[in-house]
């Protein structure tokens, strides 16, 4: 599993680079905070066959610690998506939320 911190996530972001960020927590805890631009789909519909993802693209994957958006990029690997987990989670993250 690709593994990448807050911190180098956050260093991408600043340089310009185009960032896919999905954020796989539950709506109680996106309410106290997101990062900007983030996509909020929770790790139970991480899978939805509905669920409007591009195969082309690279994905970031959060939580709070790391442990569900580890589960979650093993998900969207398995289905030919390409993903990254952020090890550290929000907890790890010092940039701007929304």
Known sequence: MK?????DLEQKIDTGEKIYIID???????????IIGAKHIPLNEITNPLMEL???????????KGARSGTAVEQLTQQGYKATN??????????YVE
């Open 24 to 34: 796989v927590r539950e709506a109680d805890e996106i309410a106290e905070g997101k």
């Open 54 to 64: 591009d195969k082309s693209e690279h994905y970031y994957v959060i939580c709070t």
């Open 3 to 7: 593994e990448i911190t807050a911190k």
């Open 86 to 95: 952020v090890v550290d989670g929000m907890l790890g993250w010092e940039g």
